[in-house]
Every structure is written in structure tokens, then in C-alpha cells.
């Protein structure tokens, strides 16, 4: 049989348009997040134009990623000023109808959620043991210091290779 070549690749990454790159940096580095994939100046106009504007101005970018392969990575863009950019008012509270989640797994949920604490989240409730059919684990929805929803779940990271249908794994 031969396989179709896939259409798209897994999530690449993920692109904030922050208000404060190294605020942001820190938040998500306390994340795990620690290696730096790009960092530079966006100076060509097509950096501006892919964006939708058309008055260019050079903007700065980091992105940031875990040790390992190139993939659920989060770039942080800040926006010049001299932009006439409509800001997204900072979100604080639960989820809105339309919003995304960025969603990590993490091994120790109160320990990332007290370093995330530390580095500027804007909303964390405390984690809830979430129960489904097949499985239970900590989990909790956070916002950054940006106001972007994320979702932390306790459970091992290594998890992400898996390659089954969730309920494939299930115990017993």
C-alpha cells in the first residue's frame, strides 16, 4: 500500500503577539521552554506585509522551544508601536467562547504552576483532578502574562509521542 504524503505537519508552533518580550520570555521559559530556536530582528517588509500591514516597521522575535525536535514551539512577536495595531484587551478569568488554549503536559503540576505563579500569570486558579472514562489527572487552565489561555495537565511529557488514539492507552 502506499501512504499518501500528509497534507500539513503537526503544529509547528505557536505565534503570541506580545506587549513585553522578555516578561513573556521569562514566563515561558519557567514553562520548560528554555532554548531559544530564533531570536533576531524582522526588518524585511514582507515580515510586515505577511502580517496584514502595510506600513512597515522591523519587529522583534524569540522563539522558544524545549530541548528535542523543532515542533510545539511558541514564537514571541513584539509589535512596534508605530503600528496602528487593534490591541486584544488582556483576558483574565475561564475561557471564552472562540478562544484558544495552548495546552503543555507537564510532571509536576504544582510545582510548574507555583514557577509560573512566580513569572507573571495573570489568572491561576488551583488545579482540578479532571475524570474522564479512561483516565484522571491533574489539570488547570492558567492565563500568561499576556492574558493567552493555557492549560497545564499533570501528566508525563514523553506522553506527546505517543502515536495511538487516546483511548488506546487505556489501563486494565
Request: hydrophobic share 40%; net charge negative.
Amino acid at each position: 500500500m502506499i501512504e499518501t504524503p500528509a497534507p500539513s505537519s503537526a503544529l509547528i508552533r505557536a505565534a503570541i503577539f506580545v506587549r513585553d518580550l522578555d516578561r513573556a520570555t521569562l514566563f515561558y521559559r519557567a514553562l520548560g521552554l528554555t532554548e531559544v530556536y530564533f531570536e533576531g530582528l524582522l526588518d524585511h517588509p514582507s515580515a510586515t506585509a505577511v502580517l496584514g500591514f502595510t506600513e512597515h516597521h522591523p519587529y522583534q522575535v524569540r522563539i522558544v522551544k524545549r530541548s528535542g525536535p523543532n515542533f510545539g514551539m511558541v514564537g514571541l512577536f513584539q509589535i512596534p508601536e508605530q503600528w496602528d495595531a487593534e490591541q486584544v484587551p488582556a483576558a483574565s478569568g475561564p475561557a471564552r467562547l472562540g478562544e484558544v488554549a495552548l495546552v503543555f503536559y507537564v510532571r509536576d503540576l504544582r510545582a510548574t504552576l507555583a514557577a509560573l505563579r512566580d513569572a507573571g500569570a495573570t489568572w491561576s486558579p488551583e488545579p482540578e483532578l479532571f475524570v474522564m472514562e479512561h483516565r484522571s489527572q491533574l489539570e488547570v487552565c492558567i492565563r500568561d502574562c499576556d492574558g493567552v489561555l493555557l492549560n497545564l495537565v499533570e501528566t508525563d511529557p514523553s506522553d506527546q509521542d505517543r502515536t495511538g488514539p487516546e483511548l488506546s492507552y487505556r489501563a486494565g
